[in-house]
């Protein structure tokens, strides 16, 4: 029984003086805030102006289109009007009233879709770019991750890196204004899309 007890002490002891040299082959852990990224860089907010003035162009166009629409409408209900109206003028204007109608629901139903794909884009820019400051920062700082504060209960105040990243980026966005900031050249322009869905709108 004396001999158990002093076995379980050594390993004992033995357990406590290796835990120092177990801790310092722990990963050392930073994390980035994406949201705060995404709201306080330069980046974030150019590309969050970018996507309110897409969905107002888009809703511009759209309206530009029902305004036409309630016009011939109108056209419809004047028997004076419409008595003018030789019978393929009349004919014509169906037709046209059609296509637009058909229009609408298409930008409707699209509508959706070209914003899903900006907010898309702008969430692989920024993700691109909060990855490459973070990478720098890991280097430098000998981190072994970086990961989403998010994901964190709680980080170490000295292991917050979103406003070291912010100003990164920041820097990065000064040195890079005007160009294109995706790399995937393969990436749809969400404005392009805008262009094929609505090629004869012109935004009020």
């Known amino acids: 029984m004396r001999n158990?007890?002093?076995?379980l002490t050594i390993l004992t002891l033995c357990g406590i003086f290796s835990l120092p040299a177990f801790a310092d082959e722990l990963p050392v852990i930073g994390a980035v805030n994406f949201?705060?990224?995404?709201?306080?860089?330069?980046?974030g907010k150019k590309e969050q102006e970018e996507l309110q003035n897409l969905q107002k162009e888009m809703a511009n166009r759209m309206e530009n289109s029902d305004k036409e629409m309630k016009e011939i409408a109108a056209k419809f209900d004047?028997?004076?009007?419409?008595?003018?109206?030789?019978?393929?003028?009349e004919e014509e204007m169906k037709v046209k009233y059609q296509t637009l109608?058909?229009?609408?629901?298409?930008y409707q139903?699209?509508?959706y879709q070209i914003m899903q794909q900006a907010q898309h884009q702008i969430y692989q820019r920024l993700l691109s770019n909060i990855s490459k400051a973070s990478e720098t920062l890991a280097k430098k700082k000998k981190l072994d991750y970086?990961?989403?504060k998010e994901a964190c209960f709680y980080?170490?105040?000295d292991l917050d890196l979103t406003q070291e990243v912010i100003a990164m980026m920041d820097k990065s966005y000064e040195e890079t204004k005007g160009k294109k900031l995706s790399d995937n050249g393969e990436d749809l322009d969400a404005n392009q899309?805008?262009?094929?869905l609505m090629p004869n709108q012109t935004a009020g």
């Open 4 to 7: 158990l007890k002093k076995t």
């Open 35 to 43: 949201n705060s990224c995404m709201t306080e860089s330069k980046l």
């Open 78 to 89: 004047d028997s004076e009007y419409l008595d003018s109206l030789s019978p393929k003028a």
């Open 101 to 106: 109608q058909e229009d609408m629901n298409r």
């Open 109 to 111: 139903s699209q509508f």
């Open 146 to 148: 970086v990961m989403n």
């Open 155 to 157: 980080i170490r105040p």
């Open 193 to 196: 899309a805008l262009e094929e």
